[in-house]
């Protein structure tokens, strides 16, 4: 089964940018798509990115598009979320999933957490202004 372990939040500067990591476990990773959510105290969990089996399609929110990009390197078992231009609405615990609803799924990946069902722990990020 599949674990993730999210790194690479912090603390950053409005304007900054920062990258996170989210290596799983598991020879299955590479079959299946992935996203990033995060979720801020007392809001509902927020769909950021998600990336397809093979990294050749990508689907962000609107919030974040042309600022965010979600990229894998599954020969390290790894999904990254490059962060740019970082503001304080940003602020948030990131969590990375796993959609094992279907094996290399060549579509567009979705950006529902339910139909995620392996997440790892999160990883902090705090903008300040």
């Known amino acids: 089964q599949v674990q993730l372990v999210e790194s690479g939040g912090g603390l950053v500067q409005a304007g900054g940018s920062l990258r996170l990591s989210c290596v799983a476990s598991?020879?299955?990773?590479?079959?299946?798509?992935a996203g990033w959510f995060r979720q801020n105290a007392g809001k509902e969990r927020e769909f950021v990115a998600a990336?397809?089996?093979?990294?050749?399609?990508?689907y962000s929110a609107d919030s974040v598009k042309g600022r965010f990009s979600i990229t894998r390197d599954n020969a390290k078992n790894t999904v990254y979320l490059e962060m740019n231009s970082l503001n304080p609405d940003d602020t948030a615990s990131y969590y990375c999933?796993?959609?094992?609803?279907?094996?290399?799924?060549?579509?567009?990946?979705?950006?529902?957490?339910?139909?995620?069902?392996?997440w790892g722990q999160g990883t902090q990020v705090t903008v300040s202004s």
């Open positions: 598991g020879r299955t990773f590479s079959s299946y798509a």
């Open positions: 990336i397809n089996w093979s990294g050749r399609s990508t």
């Open positions: 999933a796993v959609d094992l609803s279907f094996p290399y799924y060549i579509g567009r990946p979705s950006g529902d957490f339910r139909e995620y069902e392996v």
